[in-house]
């Protein structure tokens, strides 16, 4: 796993997540406007990043997986490049 990677994993995520709490807030504001309630725009927004939190955790499960498992494989390689490095500071062979 490379870190390009997880950079466009975690970017694929904000964007989803982003894009679901545009598409709520369109749908408030339509929706109050269809019913004849003028909903002001901060309070769409407000409403739809409450509804996105859960909602994103279930529509997006598979992709923040996806990015869970981007994190640990650079992680565990930045670990691991850390104590070859220890390793080589110390007089040792590589640690590989």
């Known amino acids: 796993m490379t870190t390009g990677t997880l950079v466009r994993d ?31 725009l ?4 407000l409403f739809a990043v409450l509804i996105a939190l859960p909602l994103s955790l279930v529509l997006f499960a598979k992709l923040r997986k996806r990015v869970n498992l ?18 080589k500071l110390r007089g040792e062979g590589p640690h590989r």
């Open 10 to 40: 975690v970017v694929l995520y904000s964007v989803a997540r982003l894009g679901l709490v545009v598409v709520l807030a369109v749908v408030i504001l339509f929706g109050g406007r269809a019913l004849g309630v003028d909903v002001p």
């Open 42 to 45: 901060i309070v769409a927004a």
């Open 70 to 87: 981007d994190i640990a494989s650079v992680d565990a390689q930045r670990r691991a490049d850390k104590a070859d490095l220890h390793a």
